[in-house]
């Protein structure tokens, strides 16, 4: 058998390897040791001296060298501290009562809360059995359709790995040598616009069929009102903003201290202080700080481990001695070339160093640098225009708002602040400080995890043993990713070694595609790997594969790289390993049938099929914010 049709048996044999159950980054070891031991094969040297044992140690210290994946354990430790923390309880409530007037209101709630706690624990095991605990009861209690409520909580806790800080962009980035800040900007527009299309999908299901969500009854739809509130609302004016504002000038009516009423007047203020925020902010960075003229030398930048430094530089992790560049062989070790082979060639795409650039002018960011600042040029004209345009539809809402704000209202805003506010404040910082270059990725990674022990503990339900729960789960996710790289790394070589990645390369030219059509032929083919495999191996086997050919083909790789992403939502929703619904059997009734639950999710893969075309057609959802905060 030829070196090619090896390559060829390999990438089957690992399809249906994992397929029958066995653990992926041993699958992957297992198979490049095998394989790779045949390639070297000569019988003129001993076997425990055949060079696929050195191949194994350089791939194993190149993994582990990896900076990039320093940050995956702290994200992943900030998502299981907020799960052990059952932060989310009330934030169910108070967000049901905000959309109770909303079409499926209990829908929409869960679909919301899925999205942002996806966004803060990037989990999407946790997220699916957290929401089907807490939302699957309630809506099967209210009366909505089985596959409704299965199809939401399934669908909306697959869009944490999607919305950064994402540990699947991660990964990409170390596979790919990607800059993953970069990804994080690319990624940030197309998960909300998926997440809003799951919205409107929901929304209309239940208006066009109103008897799949029954509306609860009033008294569920009712916040309690407390007796101070009640209160002043009774004695000065129903509008509690106004009744508030008068209690603070004439307290004596009220029953309360003037610093319980100032407290209370800027709780009901929150909105006004975050329309302020959002738009000073956007202000500010769009006319001032993107305006700064570019300082004759340009600041060192921080680096948390030297690329190519000399072995006496001190800090992170160095190459060997003697290495010069990229994964190089062990000291004393030379890999050679098995007979009729063309050498050791760096398997395209396969786990590169993460300041390797692919293009020599444009280098790419690495995990443990500071973004580089980036100058816009002139504001253009039409920003000021807009920027009216939002302030004037802004204070309307506002307005609205106010016009409606009673002492319920007020209630549900209290609420919202105590549970929401503060999760929204910590994500908001961490995806801030890593976008606008204020701090590394890694080191955001560990603002969010303190952070989220500090939310845990304000709320009391943080104890000894469920941190100790929180660190084993971390270091079992840990370890599972770091030997994933190891297998896939060595899975990778052996499959280059023996002209499996060229065979391939050569297959796909042959056929003379269009860019679109070679698009359209990548990501069916990452389509239907989704129902058989998880997104992991996906990644780490087979997007390599595609990874070369985007350069002859013209297609941007952040893009393709951001619709992978959308495309691996399926990779959840789609049987017979759909996890999510495997995820969400094990919390729910036993009335509920997986069929059922996977009846409730096809329709969701139709939606992230839709959310691939509108990428398509307008790029610039993926690529306008990478190119405007980094001039990509």
């Not at 001993?46 to 990039?68: C, E, S």
């Not at 059995?129 to 209690?141: C, D, E, Q, S, T």
Request: aromatic residues 12%.
């Amino acid at each position: 058998m030829s070196n090619a049709a090896l390559g060829l048996t390999m990438l089957c044999l690992i399809v249906v390897v994992i397929m029958l159950g066995f653990p992926t980054a041993f699958t992957l070891m297992g198979l490049g040791m095998m394989f790779g031991f045949v390639a070297f094969y000569d019988p003129s040297v001993p076997w425990l001296d055949n060079r696929i044992f050195d191949l194994m140690v350089q791939r194993a210290y190149g993994a582990m060298n990896n900076d990039t994946l320093l940050s995956i354990p702290l994200f992943v430790l900030m998502g299981y501290i907020m799960e052990r923390g059952a932060l989310v309880d009330r934030m169910f409530h108070s967000v049901q009562l905000a959309f109770r007037r909303l079409p499926g209101s209990l829908a929409v709630t869960t679909l919301v809360i899925c999205t942002f706690w996806g966004i803060a624990s990037g989990l999407v095991g946790a997220v699916v059995v957290l929401m089907g605990v807490i939302a699957m009861r309630p809506m099967l209690n209210a009366g909505y359709d089985t596959r409704l409520a299965a199809g939401v909580i399934t669908a909306g806790g697959t869009l944490g790995i999607l919305i950064p800080p994402s540990v699947m962009i991660i990964v990409y980035a170390a596979v790919a040598g990607q800059s993953v800040v970069k990804l994080y900007a690319a990624a940030m527009f197309p998960g909300f616009f998926l997440a809003l299309l799951y919205l409107v999908y929901v929304i209309g299901w239940c208006v066009i069929n109103p008897k799949i969500a029954p509306r609860l009854p009033l008294e569920q739809q009712r916040a309690p009102i407390t007796a101070p509130v009640g209160r002043i609302a009774a004695a000065y004016s129903p509008r509690m903003l106004w009744a508030l504002i008068k209690a603070l000038l004439a307290p004596a009516r009220s029953g309360q201290s003037w610093a319980w009423l100032f407290g209370a007047l800027l709780r009901a203020l929150v909105p006004v202080w975050l329309a302020l925020v959002l738009l000073g902010s956007t202000w500010w960075y769009v006319t001032i700080y993107t305006q700064k003229s570019e300082a004759p030398a340009a600041a060192p930048q921080r680096m948390e481990a030297p690329v190519q430094q000399a072995p006496q530089s001190a800090g992170g992790l160095a190459e060997p001695p003697g290495a010069s560049s990229g994964l190089q062989e062990p000291p004393g070790s030379s890999v050679q070339e098995p007979p009729g082979s063309s050498g050791v060639q760096e398997p395209p795409g396969a786990l590169r160093e993460p300041g390797a650039a692919t293009a020599p002018d444009e280098p790419l960011q690495r995990m443990g640098e500071a973004v580089p600042e980036h100058h816009a040029d002139a504001v253009p004209p039409a920003f000021y225009t807009g920027f009216a345009i939002a302030c004037a539809i802004m204070l309307l809402l506002l307005a609205w708002y106010y016009w409606r704000f009673d002492a319920e209202q007020y209630e549900i805003l209290a609420m919202l602040i105590s549970s929401v506010m503060p999760l929204g404040i910590l994500t908001l910082v961490v995806l801030g400080v890593i976008l606008f270059g204020i701090t590394t990725a890694t080191e955001s990674a560990a603002v969010g995890a303190a952070g989220a022990f500090l939310m845990a503990w304000q709320a009391g339900t943080l104890n000894f043993q469920r941190i100790k729960e929180a660190v084993f789960l971390t270091s079992k996710t840990t370890a599972m990713v770091c030997w994933l790289f190891v297998g896939s790394a060595l899975f990778s070589a052996v499959f280059a070694i023996l002209g499996g990645q060229a065979l391939v390369e050569r297959w796909v030219l042959s056929m003379d595609l269009t860019p679109l059509q070679f698009l359209l032929l990548s990501q069916a083919i990452i389509f239907v790997l989704g129902w058989p495999l998880e997104w992991t191996e996906i990644i780490v086997i087979f997007v390599p594969i595609f990874l070369p050919l985007l350069a002859h083909f013209q297609i941007d790789p952040m893009l393709w790289g951001v619709l992978v992403f959308v495309n691996l939502q399926a990779a959840f929703l789609s049987p017979p390993v759909a996890m999510s619904a495997f995820y969400l059997k094990g919390v729910s009734p036993p009335h509920v049938t997986i069929n059922q639950i996977f009846a409730g999710m096809m329709p969701y893969m139709l939606v992230v099929i839709a959310c691939m075309v509108f990428m398509y057609i307008w790029p610039g959802m993926t690529l306008w914010l990478p190119a405007y905060l980094y001039g990509r």
